[in-house]
């Protein structure tokens, strides 16, 4: 038998378990789940019954207003619009119906429910006379959006 001279191996100081070692592993694990996560959007984050309760309880205890109305995003909402609605109703006109416009007044006058988010949701979401529905085309965020921002134009004035 034959007996070889043992070598002392050195384990590499990146894999040594020093506190600088482990803090340095754990901040690259969270970077590397941020940066995926950032790649990776969930189709809808929906908070439990509980928690919007919880929430509303604590703004009325607060004495802040808490608001029924939807408020989509309305820079998203004009996004959708330009893309699904502009050809109908650019500039908040109607190509269709003349007198029934997105302009304030007329919404006030000719929407089911009056002007309000609610209302034109329902409209774009089920569609009436010559409109079509976009319950099926569009996601509820999209339309919610969409109603944001026809509320919020028709408000500011449409640019003809």
């Known amino acids: 038998n034959v007996i070889m001279p043992c070598r002392r191996i050195s384990i590499p100081s990146v894999l040594s378990p020093s506190p600088q070692n482990i803090t340095m592993k754990f901040t690259i694990v969270a970077a590397l789940v941020a940066s995926a996560s950032a790649w990776t ?21 607060a004495g802040v207003a808490v608001s029924p109305a939807i408020a989509g995003d309305v820079g998203a909402g004009e996004q959708v ?5 502009a050809a109908c109703h650019a500039g908040g006109q109607n190509v269709i119906m003349p007198e029934k416009t997105l302009e304030k007044e007329a919404l006030e006058q000719y929407l089911a429910g009056g002007r309000n988010e609610k209302a034109i949701i329902t409209q774009v979401t089920n569609g009436k006379n010559a409109m079509p529905a976009f319950g099926g085309r569009l ?4 339309i919610s959006n969409v109603a944001s921002y026809v509320i919020a134009t028709s408000e500011a004035g449409w640019d003809e």
Request: aromatic share 6%; charged share 25%; proline share 7%.
């Open 41 to 61: 959007a969930p189709k809808r984050f929906e908070l439990p019954a509980s928690v919007k309760a919880a929430v509303t309880g604590a703004a009325v205890t």
């Open 81 to 85: 619009f330009n893309a699904n609605c």
């Open 139 to 142: 996601s509820d965020e999209d």
